[in-house]
């Protein structure tokens, strides 16, 4: 090797020793003392407003226990579905709890964690519609809200069917309302979202009338693809929520009933 070349080599590994280590989102949330989080707010009982405005919900409470582990404050950053991803991309929030299917498609763009909640899904339908299961919705006009598990599928299911109409929306009450308004005839949701929403009596003439036999939807957290020390932090947080009975607790106070697991058979319990 020339004399030359060993002292470029030289001088190469030592701007690499000196060069200051670069901080990662990680550092950055714990630096700032604040950690923004996108969470749907139109998403009963994973997010919603109580009567003075405050966001409340499992993935709000989630968020504020992923921050005091953190050691910093949560800022909840209101985010409607189809604006979770782009929120990300865009600098607005630094993770998302958000109900947030962990699709392959999606881990192309972000970095998702292991599942922190697991859905079923149920058909909701207006109550002059006739629709009686799942089956009886071919024909009929449906919705759901764009982007999420359940429109993907719907849309997929109306073109087998062959007859049919599917119709996006924005957010989740825009749904209920086109449902009770006669808009559309049944949508798709979570068994969690369609029981709360027929609950609440806020949108009349809409009744639960079966299970969609689509498989469960694992939501993951997500944030950018390569902060790795920050999606292996996530993934620890996750695991820590089951050990401790904290995801048991607040399944409990939210939802109620059979706790979903959250262990997929044949690959990780």
């Not at 030592?14 to 901080?23: E, H, R």
């Not at 958000?98 to 964690?113: F, N, W």
């Not at 079966?210 to 620890?236: C, H, M, Q, S, W």
């Not at 009975?245 to 939210?254: D, I, Q, T």
Request: glycine fraction near 8%; aromatic fraction near 10%; proline fraction near 4%.
């Amino acid at each position: 090797m020339k004399k030359t070349s060993v002292l470029a080599f030289g001088l190469v590994a030592a701007t690499a020793l000196t060069s200051p280590a670069k901080a990662d989102k990680l550092d950055d949330i714990i630096s700032s003392g604040t950690l923004r989080c996108a969470v749907v707010l139109d998403f009963p009982p994973m997010g919603a407003r109580d009567e003075n405005n405050n966001p409340i919900g499992f993935d709000v409470d989630y968020c504020n226990d992923l921050a005091k582990a953190l050691g910093v404050t949560a800022e909840i950053v209101e985010t409607p579905f189809p604006e979770r991803i782009p929120a990300l991309m865009s600098g607005r929030v630094d993770v998302g709890v958000a109900s947030t299917s962990d699709t392959l498609e999606r881990a192309k763009t972000v970095g998702m964690s292991i599942p922190y909640f697991a859905f079923e899904m149920a058909v909701t339908a207006n109550d002059k519609s006739g629709i009686k299961s799942f089956e009886d919705m071919k024909g009929k006009t449906v919705g759901a809200t764009a982007g999420t598990f359940e429109a993907i599928a719907l849309e997929k299911t109306m073109k087998e069917f062959g007859a049919g109409e599917f119709r996006p929306y924005q957010t989740q009450a825009d749904v209920f309302l086109a449902l009770s308004q006669g808009q559309i005839d049944a949508t798709v949701s979570t068994s969690t979202v369609a029981q709360a929403t027929v609950k609440s009596g806020k949108f009349p003439g809409i009744s639960v009338v079966g299970k969609a036999p689509y498989d469960i939807d694992y939501v993951a957290l997500f944030t950018n693809r390569e902060e790795y020390g920050l999606i292996n932090y996530l993934n620890l947080f996750v695991n820590q929520q089951v050990r401790t009975g904290r995801y048991k607790e607040l399944y409990e106070k939210w939802v109620g009933g059979e706790l979903p697991s959250l262990s997929v058979d044949g690959v990780y319990r």
